[in-house]
């Protein structure tokens, strides 16, 4: 046998097949066992007591230090307040594409700066201003139960300042033990300014 084909055999044994690793996540730092429990953050406590917008706020803050971070520490800081803010349990379940939950929470918590980095030097970072701007647009069977959701949108203007790129940009919430966490971020698709 050529030694190739006998490193190739040794790996092949000493590899288990079928590992469920993403190795799109390699030197990642995935957290493990994200958990919803109360915190305080920019000002605002998010326990049970909290509003959607609260929250809301406090990722879209989080968000924006996630975009200006100085260094890969504050980055990594940002990113943990944005985890600390996701309703982890419910993230796996709509989104888990045959990875573990700490990989589907990562993936999906992740992306939430670069979906909507574009817009932060428009993100309120006041409470005052921000629970003005903020404005619910649905709320499916919000009655404090687990998996209640909200949906609250903001008017976002482009950084050029053309009235024709401003966006509506929506935070999706919902309830996981008892209390109001993201699921995701996006974009109304159809209007560009919020009607009252």
Not at 41 to 46: A, C, E, R
Not at 76 to 84: H, I, M, V
Not at 89 to 112: L, M
Request: net charge neutral; aromatic share 8%; glycine share 6%.
């Amino acid at each position: 046998m050529c030694i190739v084909n006998l490193i190739a055999a040794t790996f092949l044994i000493a590899t288990p097949l079928g590992c469920s690793r993403d190795v799109r996540l390699a030197g990642k730092n995935v957290r493990k066992h994200v958990s919803v429990k109360p915190v305080t953050f920019y000002g605002q406590t998010l326990d049970e007591t909290a509003s959607p917008k609260q929250v809301a706020f406090a990722v879209l803050m989080a968000i924006r230090d996630d975009f200006l971070a100085a260094n890969e520490m504050e980055r990594e800081a940002a990113l943990d307040k944005q985890f600390d803010l996701c309703a982890p349990t419910i993230i796996a379940q709509k989104y888990r594409f045959g990875q573990t939950r700490d990989e589907s929470v990562y993936q999906v918590v992740h992306r939430w700066t670069p979906t909507v980095s574009h817009y932060v030097g428009d993100f309120p970072t006041d409470w005052e201003t921000a629970k003005k701007r903020l404005v619910a647009v649905s709320n499916k069977n919000a009655g404090g139960d687990e998996g209640s959701d909200t949906q609250l949108v903001m008017e976002v203007n482009d950084p050029s300042g053309d009235p024709n790129a401003r966006v509506v940009l929506a935070v999706y919430l919902t309830q996981e033990q008892k209390l109001w966490r993201a699921t995701h971020l996006g974009f109304a698709t159809s209007v560009r300014a919020i009607r009252n």
